[in-house]
């Protein structure tokens, strides 16, 4: 019975059927969106204007919001509720780093869209790299 | 037959020029055109005026190191066109895989490969170029860090950029001679930072023609039957304004838009270091890439920030034994300021650390692309040349 689920979340659509999965298949579970900012680009533009804001904490919260939003949506269609948790900087090393204190992660197969696709490359498949070096089981979800 | 292989030089030249254009105006004026401060027609427009300027004086050094200083014998034409050939190549793989890859570098790599393959590479010239490009970008770091640590929250707190509604002048003609003065809602300071962020501006397009108008150019001078460098920087000069004109409409959405991203005041700290090293190194005839300069001064301002100190205050307030240099640190004290838990309460929960963002494996990707751009183009361009001598 897994009942600590943890759902790295971003703008993408996959991201949204990795939370519809969680959701749907572990009724009884504590689910956790965890989304990334300030992820590393070609010219660190958005790790930079993150780190120019006088409170970090409210400006990564506030770019985050969006994709939690959305997240919440999905939980209130199917009357559940969400935690919570920003990260900043890497998505793959958050996602890794907090694994450990849940039974399962659950992420979308694929990020950003190809017209992104020089994230990706800086980044690396997310995904991949989670399900290599995650202490805990992962589902990747397509 | 020689005025064909000019021809397919020229084009080469152009499409060569053509995306520097467009990739060096986004940059250059990404931020201010974010701003609203000008029209992304006026960039084009200023853009090949100052690209044509640096081209034409400072460029010239560069040239000189590209078409007779790397290789000790005289670029043949075909040679020449060969090049330019791998010069492209490499901006083809920038933009299908969106990744920044220094043309000025690629330039460099492939004229190496040219005299690699035919003996006459000239070790000293090249053994310098790449010492200034181990050198440049932890220049460009370490200003970075200094003034995202020290300088640049001091400015911020006392300069405002800021854009009024309506013009930001108008005639007065009142007078028996119309006189400028502001517009509706303008303020002094408005129409001052207006003007430095133009300058700025124009001083980037300055080293963006200095650094990147040879690439386009020199594989076409100094051969026999080549252009004359007037002319090589004149097309040159086109050739980029082309790109600013149409292509650069899309990268100042993309490239120079991530560099609005960041406030205009930051971005305008970026611009002057990074076009100074530029302008600096090409006069003393270093081809340098002005975007490995930029992003290694953004890298270093972040980085600044996100280890600036506790200030003092905030530290005698807090009572801190050991001040941690993390960003998240500071938020956290100021934040526990707000809400007076006593000394020896638990830290909140979550903080998040600014040096999260500036791992130093973010830098090594971006070094490793540099090692891998011009790399690939001496490989190529060494094959190219070894298999077919007589192009040569």
């Known amino acids: 019975m897994l009942s600590k689920i943890l759902v790295p979340m971003d703008d993408s659509e996959h991201a949204g059927h990795a939370l519809e999965y969680a959701l749907d298949n572990h009724p009884d ?73 849940y039974d399962t992660v659950v992420v979308g197969s694929h990020g950003e869209d190809w017209s992104r696709a020089t994230r990706r490359f800086l980044v690396g498949n997310i995904a991949e790299t989670v399900s290599k070096r995650s202490p805990v089981p992962v589902t990747i979800v397509r | ?54 081209g034409w004086t400072v460029g010239r050094n560069v040239m000189d190191t590209l078409s007779e200083g790397i290789v000790t014998m005289d670029l043949t034409l075909t040679a020449g066109v060969g090049v330019l050939f791998f010069i492209g190549l490499g901006m083809l793989v920038a933009n299908i895989f969106g990744v920044p890859v220094p043309t000025s570098m690629t330039t460099v790599g492939a004229i190496a490969g040219l005299g690699l393959a035919t003996g006459t590479l000239n070790y000293e010239t090249i053994a310098g170029i790449i010492t200034w490009w181990i050198v440049t970008p932890v220049i460009g770091l370490w200003i970075g860090v200094l003034i995202g640590r020290y300088i640049y929250s001091w400015v911020n707190r006392r300069v405002q950029i800021e854009k009024s509604e309506g013009q930001l002048l108008r005639l007065d003609r009142r007078g028996a001679v119309p006189t400028p003065t502001l517009g509706p809602n303008t303020t002094w300071q408005e129409l001052v930072t207006t003007v430095v962020v133009l300058i700025i501006g124009c001083y980037m397009a300055f080293s963006a023609g ?4 040879p690439n386009a150019a020199a594989p076409l001078v100094g051969t026999a039957s080549g252009l004359d460098a007037d002319t090589a920087i004149v097309v040159a000069t086109l050739a980029i304004g082309l790109g600013g004109f149409t292509i650069a409409r899309r990268t100042m959405d993309s490239v120079g838009g991530e560099l609005s991203d960041i406030p205009l005041l930051a971005a305008l700290f970026v611009m002057v270091t990074a076009s100074t090293i530029t302008t600096l190194l090409s006069w003393a005839g270093i081809p ?105």
């Open chain 1, 29 to 101: 579970a504590e689910v956790t969106v965890l989304h990334t900012v300030g992820v590393p680009s070609m010219m660190m533009g958005d790790a930079v204007s993150l780190t120019l804001e006088d409170d970090l904490d409210d400006a990564a919260a506030e770019r985050a919001e969006s994709v939690f939003e959305r997240a919440r949506e999905i939980a209130a269609e199917r009357d559940r509720e969400i935690e919570t948790i920003v990260g900043i900087g890497h998505p793959a090393r958050n996602i890794i780093d907090r694994a450990e204190e």
């Open chain 2, 1 to 54: 037959m020689v005025e064909t292989v000019l021809l397919v030089g020229v084009v080469a030249s152009i499409f060569v020029g053509f995306n520097i254009g467009g990739s060096s105006t986004g940059i250059t004026w990404g931020p201010s055109v974010g701003a609203g401060i000008v029209t992304k027609t006026t960039a084009a427009a200023v853009m090949t005026f100052f690209v044509f300027f640096g």
């Open chain 2, 210 to 213: 200095a650094s990147n108008v």
């Open chain 2, 288 to 392: 340098i890439s002005l975007v490995m300069a930029t992003v290694m001064t953004i890298v270093g301002i972040g980085w600044g920030r996100a280890t600036r100190p506790i200030t003092v205050r905030e530290a005698v307030a807090r009572d801190v034994e050991n001040p941690e240099i993390e960003l998240g640190a500071i938020v956290a004290e100021e934040k526990a300021g707000e809400t007076a838990p006593d000394i020896g309460e638990p830290e909140p929960e979550e903080v998040l650390h600014g040096g999260d963002l500036f791992n130093p494996r973010a830098i090594i990707k971006y070094v490793t692309m540099w090692i891998i751009g011009p790399s690939m183009s001496t490989i190529l361009a060494y094959a190219f040349f070894s298999i077919l001598p007589g192009v040569a």
